[in-house]
Structure formats: C-alpha cells, structure tokens
C-alpha cells in the first residue's frame, strides 16, 4: 500500500512539508484560476466584441510578452523584498487584470486587462520557483524527497488544473464570459488569502544589494548562461505544440484531433511525472536525464520529418506529442534543480528569471523562424521534412551541450543535504 501510495500524485504532495506543500498546490491553482479563462478569450474577442484575427492576435500576443519577457523582474524583486510581497502582488494584479477583462469592451481595456493578466504571472511565477528551489536547498532531514522530484510534483500539479480549469470554464461560459473572468478573480482572491496566511514571512535574501548586482553576478556565471541557452531549446520545442502540430494536423486532415492530443500530453503528465523523474533519478542521473530527454525531443521532430513527404495518418504527430512531452518530462525537474546548484543556491528569483525569459526569446526568434519555413515550403514533397529536421536539430544540439556542460555539475550524490554548491 504504500509503494502504491508513491505513485499517486496527491499523496506525493500531502506527504510533503508544509510550505513545500504550499508551492506545489499554488500552481495547481494558480492554472485553475488562468485556464479558466485563456482557453475562452479568443473567441470572446472575436464572436462577443467583433475583433479581427490581427487584434486577437495582438491581444494574446501582449499578453504572452507582459508574463514571459517580464520573468526577469519578479526574480529580481523576489530576491529583493521576499518571494511573499511579490506572489501577494503579482496574485493582486491578476484579480485586477480578471475584473478588467470580464468589464471591457473596447480594445484599449481589453489590451489593459490581458497586459495585467501577462505581468501578474511575471511576478508571482519566478517567486514561487524560486522559493521552492530555496526550500529544496535547505538542510533536510535523512529520506527527505530530492528537489528534483518537488518540481516533478510542481509540474504535475499544474497540469491538473490546466485541465481542470477549461472544464469549470465549459459550466461558466452558459452564464457567459464576465461570469468566468468573476469566477478565476474569486479563485485568485483565495491564493491571495491562503498565502498571506500560509507563506512565511522572510525578508530577501539579498535585500540589502542593488538590482544590478543580481544582473552582474548572473553575468558573470558563464556556465549558467551557458546551460541556460541549452534549456532554452526545450521551451522551444514544447511551444510546436501550438504551432507545427496544428499544421502536420491540418495537413493530414485530422485538425478535429489538436484537443484530444493536448489531453493525452495532460494524462501522460498527471500520471507519470513523479514516477518518471524518480526512475530517471535512479537510472538516469542528471546528465543522462537532461542528454536523454533532449535527444528524445529530438526523435519527435525525426519522426515526423520522416513521414511528412507523403503519410497522410495521424500517426505522426501521436509519436510528436508523446515523445515531445516524455522529453519535457525528463528535462524540467532536473533542470531547475540544476539550475539552482549552477547559482550557487542563491539569487534564485533573478536565476530562474534569466533561465525562463531565455526560454521566452527563444521561442519567440525560434517560432518565427519556424513559421517562417512552413510558409516558404510546400506542405507536401520532400521539402516537407525541412522544418522538422530543422525543429530536430535544435534539441540534438541541446543534448551534446548538456551532456558535455553537466559532466562535473552538482548533484544529490555529490551535495550533501543543504550544502552550497558553486560552480
């Protein structure tokens, strides 16, 4: 019975200490409260206020920059004033955002309401990863969980309420779209209250320094960059999910099929994160796990760029989403556990704020070069396989990076509990 417990993911978070616990719930919330709404805004644009295609596209587009491309400075006030007054603020502005939504009828609030909705998760999303990085880098006691395994548990838990949340959407949206925006502000009111409760109070670990010198010391740190530039492939990658397999959908006529794959990505996250970040933990290690879920990232694209000259099944782009997300699966917990040694274990917000807005201007430049490839070459022929191969190489770079850049990293073997590790 208790192997069997180990394998389910709420009992892995219930067994949890209290504030690691906290964190972990926090983001199966906070994608309760955003999925409530996101998956529903384009078509309000476009069906309740008569908005045009290049609007909503502007509209989501400012709302993705506002959160991605602002990462770097709820890292660098979370290592300022405290990851609390950073999430209690960034889960304040979110409400905000919400409320100006659900009201708006014009583009100006509409642009005002998704802008806001963007910079709250740019606050609270790096001083929520970073707290939880600094709680797994405390002394612990003997047979405590790795890190690692916190975000296996951190990822797992986001992806229950990415699904939950658009379903408690579908029952909202018979009332209508106000009343949706009205129900995740309530939602964010609850994290509000639950973490200026629950979330202990601790000054900034480095609230005396200037918010340059968190710049400079990331700077500095040139193994970091260097492994951050290689994680960025992975956002990169895992981002095709709403670009390139569209397209390989569409052009084999199964584009009915998009929602059930992003189910089955949902399923295979829910059920196998922990198991598979404890099994890659013992089998794997950190440099396997990293080489491996990149190379297996990269097999994704192979296979559908070995199809896309004439297959017209659906089989292809199956293998993409199980492949694509078992490499996530592999890549995201060791990589932010390592993430954390490469820092040294401190200045985590501004860190993690580098290493996702990375991921931010990869996807942007990389997606733009990639859209621009499907534009350029037939859908069919042997030029199909193009941007896939090129899409596969991207990862494959990134595994021979990691491999070679998490030879002599930090690890659980080489640390001991709560240790500091500078590179």
Not at 212 to 227: I, M, S, T
Not at 295 to 317: E, H, M, S
């Amino acid at each position: 019975m208790r192997a069997l417990r180990r394998w389910l993911i709420l009992a892995e978070i219930a067994a949890l200490p209290p504030v690691p616990r906290l964190l972990v719930l926090t983001q199966l919330a906070f994608n309760v409260g955003f999925y409530l709404v996101l998956p529903f805004l384009a078509d309000h644009l476009a069906d309740d206020l008569g908005m045009t295609a290049a609007v909503v596209g502007l509209v989501l587009g400012l709302r993705a920059f506002s959160q991605q491309g602002l990462f770097l400075i709820g890292g660098l006030l979370a290592d300022r004033f405290g990851a609390r007054p950073v999430v209690l603020a960034g889960c304040a502005v979110r409400i905000l955002g919400f409320l100006v939504l659900g009201f708006a009828g014009t583009l100006p609030g509409v642009l005002a309401g998704a802008f806001l909705t963007g910079i709250a998760a740019a606050l609270f999303s790096p001083a929520v990863e970073s707290a939880l990085a600094s709680e797994g880098g405390r002394p612990q006691p003997d047979g405590r969980v790795p890190r690692r395994e916190w975000f296996a548990m951190f990822a797992a838990a986001g992806e229950v309420g990415a699904v939950a949340g658009p379903l408690l959407g579908v029952l909202l949206l018979g009332v209508g779209f106000r009343a949706a925006c009205l129900a995740a502000a309530v939602v964010f009111t609850l994290i509000l209250l639950m973490h200026a409760r629950l979330l202990p109070r601790a000054p900034g670990a480095h609230a005396a320094d200037g918010l340059r010198d968190g710049l400079r010391e990331v700077a500095g740190n040139r193994r970091f960059l260097a492994f951050t530039a290689a994680n960025s492939a992975c956002l990169l990658a895992y981002h095709q999910m709403y670009l390139a397999l569209p397209l390989e959908l569409s052009r084999v006529g199964a584009a009915g099929a998009l929602g059930w794959l992003f189910a089955l990505a949902s399923v295979q996250v829910v059920l196998g994160q922990v198991p598979m970040t404890r099994l890659a933990g013992t089998v794997l290690g950190v440099r396997g796990s990293l080489a491996g879920g990149f190379a297996v990232t990269a097999a994704a694209f192979a296979v559908v760029a070995a199809a896309a000259p004439g297959a017209r099944t659906v089989g292809p782009a199956v293998a993409l989403v199980v492949l694509l997300t078992f490499g996530q699966m592999l890549i995201t917990p060791v990589a932010n556990d390592v993430a954390a040694r490469l820092a040294g274990e401190r200045r985590l917000g501004t860190y993690f704020g580098v290493l996702s807005a990375a991921g931010g201007v990869a996807v942007l430049l990389g997606s733009a070069a990639t859209g621009r490839l499907f534009d350029l070459l037939p859908a069919d022929g042997a030029t199909a396989a193009v941007p896939w191969l090129a899409l596969a190489l991207v990862p494959a770079a990134a595994a021979a990076a990691m491999w070679r850049l998490t030879a002599t990293t930090p690890t659980d073997q080489t640390l001991p509990s709560g240790t500091k590790g500078h590179p």
